[in-house]
T-cell receptor, first 112, second 117 residues
């Protein structure tokens, strides 16, 4: 079974709106990472949050982590058409460095 | 540019062909990875090399054969593939501790789009 599952699978919003994507996982983790992928290209790393952290910010991105619920959320504020992409969460299982497990991703569409 | 390059970017091969995918990282990392991304499926980790040693083989069929001659280069040798092996193959690199207990961020290459006919 999958370690990371994103919700929703697809999200369509207007420019300027906020986009929230959620990720749930099953086992203890070292860290959780969010990646972005444009249309069949390579993945671009967005944010890494460690298991002892609860919130992280990077520009318009805000990530939260709740280890008691085994869940994370990615918030993109003031979205732009260029944010249109697939967003993946990936978890590194506890003490298994190098073994990133990805979810199926959320397809975000931001309409101008 | 992430500092990880992959060649070729596109590859079409028959089921009897032998081909190789190449990955090179310019980031000074000591760990490299191969992933497979099929349509409508999560990224699947295939192989992990840490300090040039293979530390993970995620039940990958033997028709995929990895090679890591040094910490900057990673190859994936392909032979007698099946049509269901058609996918985007992604290479990544990161810094990892020797005990493979934890790692830092993985940086991905642009991928090789493989079509097996």
């Amino acid at each position: 079974s999958q370690q990371g599952e994103e919700d929703p699978q697809a999200l369509s919003i207007q420019e300027g709106e906020n986009a929230t994507m959620n990720c749930s996982y099953k086992t203890s983790i070292n860290n959780l990472q969010w990646y972005r992928q444009n249309s069949g290209r390579g993945l671009v790393h967005l944010i890494l949050i460690r298991s002892n952290e609860r919130e992280k910010h990077s520009g318009r991105l805000r990530v939260t982590l709740d280890t008691s619920k085994k869940s994370s959320s990615l918030l993109i504020t003031a979205s732009r058409a260029a944010d249109t992409a697939s967003y993946f969460c990936a978890t590194e299982p506890y003490n298994q460095g190098g073994k990133l497990i990805f979810g199926q991703g959320t397809e975000l569409s931001v309409k101008p | 540019e992430t500092g990880v390059t992959q060649t070729p970017r596109h590859l079409v091969m028959g089921m009897t062909n032998k081909k190789s995918l190449k990955c090179e990282q310019h980031l000074g990392h000591n760990a490299m990875y191969w992933y497979k991304q099929s349509a409508k499926k999560p990224l699947e980790l295939m192989f992990v090399y840490n300090f040039k040693e293979q530390t993970e083989n995620n039940s990958v069929p033997s028709r995929f054969s990895p090679e890591c001659p040094n910490s900057s280069h990673l190859f994936l040798h392909l032979h007698t593939l099946q049509p269901e092996d058609s996918a985007l193959y992604l290479c990544a690199s990161s810094h990892m501790d020797r005990a493979s207990v934890y790692q830092e961020t993985q940086y991905f290459g642009p991928g090789t789009r493989l079509l097996v006919l």
